[in-house]
T-cell receptor, first 112, second 115 residues
Framework: DAKTTQPPSMDCAEGRAANLPCNHS???????VYWYRQIHSQGPQYIIH???NNETNEMASLIITEDRKSSTLILPHATLRDTAVYYC?????????????FGKGTKLSVKP | DGGITQSPKYLFRKEGQNVTLSCEQN?????MYWYRQDPGQGLRLIYY???????QKGDIAEGYSVSREKKESFPLTVTSAQKNPTAFYLC??????????????FGDGTRLSIL
């Protein structure tokens, strides 16, 4: 079962920032936070990952709270093509088979 | 462009028939994975391979088989022993050694249906 919890759905106006929250209530010290998204009938797309510090890449920013119990994925200027299901995952490859356990995710709808 | 190619995109199987799903990557990744996704559900790991000529069962390996004869290829065979094969099958690969925190990258999947 997934270890993270996310709201089932969110709406965002096109051009505005989309802030997607995730709770990591059982995250352990050596687990990273990963974010993926999946557009209908396509494979999941990697977005960003981090351990403790905030991270930014060309797609998004990741904010991780100091206690690491929650994170927020920020899409700074959402477009209609960002409509997808977004998944946050706690993952530690060391000692594990590398199984990505997706929960139900957040369905983000970007509206014109 | 580097990436993961899965083929075919759609596949139909008759009862009692084995079918093989192709997964090829040109990312020079050591690790490769096969997942199954059912409607409205998350991913379930079928098999994974950390290196050529080696692979391990995932959570739902029964009725499936794999091979890893080349670094870039990890084909999945859905055998007639798999009683509920209708699903969306996803292949992924990951760079770095097995404990490296590199992301898994996915292909666009193969949708398998029973005739």
């Amino acid at each position: 079962d997934a270890k993270t919890t996310q709201p089932p759905s969110m709406d965002c106006a096109e051009g505005r920032a989309a802030n997607l929250p995730c709770n990591h209530s059982t995250i352990s010290g050596n687990e990273y936070v990963y974010w993926y998204r999946q557009i209908h009938s396509q494979g999941p797309q990697y977005i960003i990952h981090g351990l403790k510090n905030n991270e930014t890449n060309e797609m998004a920013s990741l904010i991780i709270t100091e206690d690491r119990k929650s994170s927020t994925l920020i899409l700074p200027h959402a477009t209609l093509r960002d409509t997808a299901v977004y998944y946050c995952i706690d993952m530690n490859y060391g000692g594990s088979q590398g199984n990505l356990i997706f929960g139900k995710g957040t369905k983000l709808s970007v509206k014109p | 462009d580097g990436g993961i190619t899965q083929s075919p995109k759609y596949l139909f199987r008759k009862e009692g028939q084995n079918v093989t799903l192709s997964c090829e990557q040109n990312l020079n990744h050591d690790a490769m994975y096969w997942y199954r996704q059912d409607p409205g559900q998350g991913l379930r790991l079928i098999y994974y391979s950390q290196i050529v000529n080696d692979f391990q069962k995932g959570d739902i390996a029964e009725g499936y088989s794999v091979s890893r004869e080349k670094k870039e290829s990890f084909p999945l065979t859905v055998t007639s022993a798999q009683k509920n094969p209708t699903a969306f099958y996803l292949c992924a690969s990951k760079g770095g050694h097995d404990r490296a925190h590199q992301p898994q990258h996915f292909g666009d999947g193969t949708r398998l249906s029973i005739l």
